[in-house]
């Protein structure tokens, strides 16, 4: 999904909602008078997301790969140049979450968020790994927002997030081997969960404006300086000539999940309580390790040694780029 396509989708959904609320206002030529804040107001807001999805793992297969192949001395072979071709894709992806949010007088705003993303699984002929993507984001957070003008507030905000990712592999390969005359499949299978957790402080800075009273702009853009660990337990099972073997991986490290949030939303107000929120979102990361820790039951200390080093010392990617809509339900209470 491009861009450009993105930005059109939310231009031409502005001009349609423009015409439809027309009707109300066209008569005077003028702005209708701007809501005065509540002192006291509670939010609720149910959101969705879809989008494309760039995974980290993505970047760790490709690195993982060429480390095998740098590792075990032995000569490069067909199968092997297949086999690296054969990449973790990009993926269409959806998230869902809700928010609840207080607010004091519209200046002075008490945040929780929570998001569940995932991956739309590809056919394996798409996808060899079979990859399945779950990420869960937990935020709260405090904000103020300042109006300089009844049509204008300018905000900054902390958030508390923790970010929780589960990627789970699961690829089956084949290779042709003669022996001896004789020609046989060898089959491999390699099942991994990847689990990488961070959290940390999340600020971010936030523009309002309202020109109508029915409809509001929002953009906003967050930085995330987040740290954790991550894990990569992986067994192989190795089938063909009659016979089998089996071993196992487990790799782990600390990370840093470092990255911006850009937010743009179109807010259109049906009622007092009542509002929805189309908008558009790019979050790029990344994650970087350190104190990498490899252990292979068929891998001597050394390779395991430089095995660590190797993929510690690369950068993996997340970037979510996604179309949102949000159903904003709220209440005023107090005086």
Partial sequence: MSHNKIIL????????????????????????EVRQPDKHRVYLRLNSGFGTLYIPEKDYARNEDVSAYAIRNTPISGFDLYAYSQQIPKFDATSSGRELEYRYQDKFRFLYEDRTLVNDKKKPGDDVYRTEFQEKQRSLGFAYFHPLTPNFNVGASLRHTTVDQLTKTSIFTQSLASAGGFTSFIYSYSPRDTE?????????LHL??????????HLGQQFY???????????????????????????????????????????FRFS?????????????????????????????????LKYALWNGAQTQKFDFTALNLSFEFSKSFGE
């Fill in 196 to 204: 990488m957790a961070a959290k940390g402080f999340v600020p971010g």
């Fill in 9 to 32: 989708s939310l231009v031409m959904l502005f001009l349609s909602f423009g015409s439809l609320f027309a009707k109300d206002f066209d008569s005077t030529h003028e702005l209708p």
């Fill in 272 to 304: 007092s309580w009542f509002a929805t929120k189309w908008g558009y979102s790019k979050e790029k990361m990344l994650v970087r390790s350190s104190n990498p820790l490899s252990i292979g039951s068929a891998t001597s200390a050394e390779n395991s």
């Fill in 208 to 217: 309002e404006i309202k020109p109508l009273r029915w409809f509001e702009i």
């Fill in 225 to 267: 300086m987040l740290k954790g660990t991550e894990s990569r337990p992986t067994v192989f099972a190795v089938f063909g000539n009659g016979g089998s073997a089996a071993g196992g991986l487990f790799e782990s490290a600390d990370v840093t999940y470092t990255g911006t949030k850009q937010t743009l939303d179109f807010v």
